[in-house]
């Protein structure tokens, strides 16, 4: 594709570059950022990373995470390129929506949501991961890889498609797993940082929202909510949610779930995920969001949790009704 000859002119040339992920970091943000920035140390350059918002700690056994910044570090930096990693909307970016565009801005993304954005856009909607498209750049400017490298870069390809069961995970996904591993990849470190490094607290967060949980059209709509009173709880941040949605929607005969999360800057969040027959894209940018046909979301201001579920939940019921009723399997 044109835009990977492009956007690798444009990296050859520019000294020092800022990279951004999006704000509610996830594996795939988070190692698209290193990746890149990781990688083009090697080549020479200055870089400064930049996710403006809390990272869930665990990513920080992964050492290069702790230089990741917020956008408080711009100030301080002069950069001749910006690129932007998984973020479909400009406000995706936090605080760095500001300096879009007052560099030339790369985007590279993978969600069919995307605004085009930037200067020179890579948007695939069919590769399963942005790390993926980091690693093919990276692989196109001679980027050396070893095995931290590669384990930064097999992160965002693993938690993508769920650790490998997701629908992307098609064969590009196993063919660039398996050649990071080739150069050292260590895919039980990224296992035991990701899915076995549960809080107590965050477990007993868990089965809140499972008592709280709600079911509609004959079970194939599970929802539930954390509000700002079962977070502090348990003295427990935002992202400490991040992981329950999938949870629901693992139940028998569940097609859609959704979770309201009350956040701590007041928005609402709502994370939504599907199995087969719905495709979440058009609820999601309907509220204002974005995402994948079975992973969704997006964030609501200046209203309260109720308000944001008695909003959506009817809606979402009609549509999957529409959808049930069409029989149809995406
Ligand atoms: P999550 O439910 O984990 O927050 O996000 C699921 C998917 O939806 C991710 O691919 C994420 O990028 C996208 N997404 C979540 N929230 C938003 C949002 O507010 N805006 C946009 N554009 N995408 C979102
Ligand atoms: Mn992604």
């Known amino acids: 594709m044109k835009e990977y000859e492009e956007i690798k002119e444009l990296v050859k040339k520019s000294g020092s570059i800022l990279i951004a992920g999006h704000i509610m970091p996830d594996g795939d943000c988070i190692s698209s950022v290193l990746s890149a920035g990781v990688g083009f140390e090697r080549l020479g350059k200055k870089v400064l990373m930049i996710v403006d918002d809390e990272i869930p700690w665990y990513y920080y056994e992964f050492p290069d995470v702790a230089r990741i910044r917020t956008a408080d570090a711009l100030p301080d930096f002069d950069y001749d390129l910006i690129v932007v990693l998984d973020a479909s909307t400009p406000d995706r970016v936090g605080r760095v929506q500001k300096v879009l565009g007052t560099k030339t801005t790369v985007v590279m993304d993978h969600h069919g949501t995307n605004t085009m954005f930037g200067d020179v856009n890579l948007v695939i909607p069919t590769i399963g991961s942005t790390a993926q498209l980091v690693f093919m750049l990276n692989k196109k400017l001679g980027v050396h890889y070893d095995p931290l490298l590669a384990t930064y870069n097999f992160m965002g390809i693993a938690t993508d498609t769920g650790f490998f069961r997701y629908s992307n995970a098609d064969l590009k996904v196993f063919e660039d797993a398996a050649e990071l591993v080739g150069f050292g990849a260590r895919p039980n470190d990224i296992s035991n940082a990701i899915l076995e490094n549960r809080l107590p607290e965050e477990l007993k967060l868990f089965a809140d929202v499972v008592a709280n949980m709600k079911l509609e059209c004959d079970g194939m709509l599970a929802y539930s909510y954390v509000s700002r009173e ?8 935002d992202h400490s949610a991040s992981g329950f949605v999938s949870e629901l929607r693992a139940m028998k005969g569940v097609e859609v779930a959704i979770l309201f999360t009350e956040r701590s800057d007041g928005s609402i969040h709502a994370s ?28 609501v201001k200046g209203r309260t949790l109720s308000q944001v579920i008695d909003e959506v939940i009817p809606y979402v019921v009609k549509q999957l009704k529409k959808a049930a009723a069409r029989g149809g399997l995406l």
């Open 230 to 237: 079962m977070f502090e709880k348990y003295g427990l941040p």
């Open 272 to 299: 939504m995920r599907s199995k087969k027959m719905f495709d979440l894209r058009e609820v999601a940018v309907r509220f204002g969001g974005g995402g994948h046909p079975q992973a969704a979301g997006f964030s």
